[in-house]
C-alpha cells in the first residue's frame, strides 16, 4: 500500500537551531517525492521535489531509497519557517496523484 | 507563476441544500484538476482526479453521487455537494497540474470552508 508517514505532529525549536522534519515512505516501485509547505493563512505550495535536488529557503531533502525516507532538514530554522510542512508522494504512471503525509507544524521561537 | 482560484471562498447552507465551488487556472490550462478534504489539523484526502472531457475518477470510499465533479473546460471544474449534511462541513481544497512538469508538482487553491447548519 502506498503511504506517507510524517512521525511528528508537533516540532518546536528556537531560531538559529538545526531542524529535521521527517518523512517516511511505502511505496513499491520509485515514487516521486515532494514537501508542501502551508504558512499561515496561505495556500498550499511546492517546496521541495526530490529529483531536483535543490536546495530552497535553506531546505534540502535527501530520498534515501534503503531506508525509504526524504527527511526535510535546514541547518538554521528561522521564525519566518513557522508552518505546516507536508511530505507527499506521486507513484509512477498515476496521473499525478498525490498521497500526503500528515504533516509536522514547525515552530520556531525566538 | 500558476495561479489557482476558487470561488467561493466561504459558504454556509442548510442541512439538504446542494453547493457548489468553482475551482479555475487562471493562467494556464488545467487537463487535470484535484479535489482534496482537509479536516481541522490533520492532512489533506484526495476524493478525486478531475480530467478535462471525462468522467472524474474518485478515491475508494467517496461517494460520486454526493460529490458531483464536473470539469468542462481546460480552465475550470466545478464539486458540488449535493443534499449537504453537517458531516460534510470541511475545508475543500482543489489542485491543477501544470502540464509538462512532474506529475506530483500542484498548484493549490486558496480553499473553500463548507459550513452546513
Known amino acids: 500500500a502506498q503511504r506517507v508517514t510524517q512521525p511528528e505532529k508537533l516540532l518546536s525549536v528556537f531560531k538559529g537551531a538545526p531542524v529535521e522534519l521527517k518523512c517516511n515512505y511505502s511505496y513499491s516501485g520509485s515514487p516521486e517525492l515532494f514537501w508542501y509547505v502551508q504558512y499561515s493563512r496561505q495556500r498550499l505550495q511546492l517546496l521541495l521535489r526530490h529529483i531536483s535536488r535543490e536546495s530552497i529557503k535553506g531546505f534540502t531533502a535527501d530520498l534515501n531509497k534503503g531506508e525509504t525516507s526524504f527527511h526535510l532538514k535546514k541547518p538554521f530554522a528561522q521564525e519566518e519557517d513557522s508552518a505546516m510542512y507536508y511530505c507527499?508522494?506521486?507513484?509512477?504512471?498515476?496521473?499525478?496523484?498525490?498521497?500526503f503525509g500528515q504533516g509536522t507544524e514547525l515552530s520556531v521561537k525566538p | 507563476g500558476a495561479v489557482v482560484s476558487q470561488h467561493p471562498s466561504r459558504v454556509i447552507c442548510k442541512s439538504g441544500t446542494s453547493v457548489k465551488i468553482e475551482c479555475r487556472s487562471l493562467d494556464f490550462q488545467a487537463t487535470t484538476m484535484f479535489w482534496y478534504r482537509q479536516f481541522p489539523k490533520k492532512s489533506l484526502m484526495l476524493m478525486a482526479t478531475?480530467?478535462?472531457?471525462?468522467?472524474?475518477?474518485?478515491e475508494q470510499g467517496v461517494e460520486k453521487d454526493k460529490f458531483l465533479i464536473n470539469h468542462a473546460s481546460l480552465t475550470l471544474s466545478t464539486l458540488t455537494v449535493t443534499s449537504a449534511h453537517p458531516e460534510d462541513s470541511s475545508f475543500y481544497i482543489c489542485?491543477?497540474?501544470?502540464?509538462?512538469?512532474?506529475?506530483?508538482?500542484?498548484?493549490f487553491g486558496p480553499g473553500t470552508r463548507l459550513t452546513v447548519l
Open positions: 489542485s491543477a497540474r501544470v502540464l509538462g512538469t512532474l506529475a506530483g508538482e500542484q498548484f
Open positions: 478531475s480530467n478535462e472531457g471525462s468522467k472524474a475518477t474518485y
Open positions: 507527499a508522494l506521486s507513484g509512477h504512471n498515476q496521473g499525478g496523484k498525490l498521497i
